[in-house]
Structure formats: structure tokens, C-alpha cells
């Protein structure tokens, strides 16, 4: 039995959806947010993980189960760092909150160069927007490389579902003035002409406490 069935048998009969954190969050989105009127975009939640939800002629897509939209789990380098989910190279392992900190502690092993990031233990992705923020150079770079990670991956999402924009909501969204060039300049590379220059990029404007609230009551209309 759904466990959608189970829960509204325990309510009284009382309809109830279910959907998850980063779904929720489009339709927030959607109905209240950045993308109020828009029926085609894709919701990319940047967090400790990568979150998504795909927006298709109004609709979000669930896809045969009810989980499409794991766009954090397609792989940004093939055979590359180990995910949670078990596979390699993952979106998220690069372009998360976490992703970020693992490219700098990486970075900061491999290389030699000077850095701000050097005085900090258990580096967060905070941290390295601090740094970016100070003209850290290594900090500059490693949000130019995940910002790049991103926008290429970005490309290959707008060749599948034609979205208007892609909406960024979280908390390393807040980088953005280090991610909006790198993003927007790979996306635009790996484009096909019908897309290139055209697919916009914007923040979500909801706080983050409440896109997923506001989404997860918006899917309420629909019961
Ligand atoms: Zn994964």
C-alpha cells in the first residue's frame, strides 16, 4: 500500500501528497517564487548535497516511481570521486556544499601555492567563500571550477528538457558572485545555437526555510 494511502486512512480520509525536499521547493518556486508564471525550468538545489526538481509545461516531472529529477546524482566527471549513492563522480561530489570543501581540501593537498585556507581546520564551503571574498586566489579558483562543473552540466539538462531558466536556491547559492560567470560562460560552450545565451540563470528569491514549506502546501491545490 502507498504510503500516501496509509497516511490519509490514518487522518480520517484526509488527502495527503507527498514529494521531496527539493521538489517541493520548484513548486514553491513555481507558485510564490523566482519563477512565479514560468512553465518550464529546472530548480537546482545547492546544499550539502544537489538537489532538483524539473518543472515541464507547468508540471513537476515524478518520472515511473515518483524520484525523477536526481540531477545531482548524473556524473560530472567519469570515474571521479566516490558518492554517498556509491557511484563516481557525481554532480555532488563536486558542486555541494560538501563538494566544494572536499576541492579544497584536495587542492590544498596537492598543490603547493599559498592560501588563506591553509590557517583553517575542517574547511567549510563558508570558508572559501571568505577567502573568495578576501581575493584568496586558490578560493577564486575553486569556485571558478565549480562553477565551470556546473555549467557544464547545466548544458546538458537544457538539451533535454528545453527549460527557460534554471533557478539555483540554497545555501551555496549565496556564492554567487563568484558561480554566475563560470556557470553561465560554460553552460553557454557546451550549448546547442537554439539554446546559447538564452536559457537564464536566476536565484531563488524564497528564503530557504520556506520554498519546500510553501511548495509542499501549493501541492495541496491539486488533491
Ligand atoms: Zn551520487
Redesign the pocket.
Known amino acids: 500500500m502507498q504510503f500516501t494511502k496509509i497516511l490519509s486512512a490514518n487522518l480520517g480520509g484526509i488527502p495527503v501528497s507527498l514529494t521531496n525536499d527539493a521538489n517541493a521547493a520548484a513548486i514553491g518556486e513555481m507558485t510564490y517564487g523566482a519563477a512565479k508564471g514560468m512553465k518550464n525550468f529546472i530548480m537546482i538545489t545547492l546544499g550539502t548535497g544537489v538537489g532538483s526538481g524539473i518543472i515541464i509545461d507547468g508540471k513537476l516531472v515524478y518520472g515511473n516511481d515518483g524520484f525523477a529529477g536526481?540531477l545531482?546524482?548524473t556524473t560530472a566527471i567519469r570515474g571521479g570521486r566516490q558518492?554517498?549513492?556509491?557511484?563516481k563522480g557525481?554532480?555532488?561530489?563536486y558542486c555541494s556544499a560538501i563538494g566544494v570543501a572536499r576541492t579544497a581540501k584536495e587542492w590544498l593537498e596537492t598543490r603547493g601555492e599559498a592560501s588563506l585556507l591553509r590557517n583553517v581546520e575542517n574547511i567549510s564551503s563558508k570558508d572559501v567563500y571568505d577567502a573568495a571574498k578576501m581575493g584568496d586566489k586558490l578560493a577564486l579558483e575553486i569556485f571558478d571550477y565549480t562553477g565551470t562543473l556546473l555549467g557544464q552540466s547545466f548544458a546538458n539538462f537544457v538539451h533535454f528538457s528545453a527549460p527557460e531558466a534554471i533557478v539555483l536556491f540554497g545555501g551555496l547559492a549565496r556564492s554567487k558572485e563568484f558561480l554566475t560567470e563560470p556557470i553561465l560562460k560554460a553552460m553557454n560552450e557546451n550549448l546547442l545555437p537554439a539554446w546559447k545565451n538564452k536559457v537564464k540563470l536566476i536565484y531563488s528569491s524564497l528564503k530557504e526555510s520556506d520554498a519546500a514549506i510553501l511548495g509542499a502546501s501549493a501541492l495541496a491545490w491539486d488533491l
Do not use: A, P, Q, R
Not at 558518492?83 to 557511484?87: A, S, Y
Open positions: 536526481e545531482g546524482h558518492c554517498n549513492c556509491g557511484l557525481c554532480l555532488e561530489t
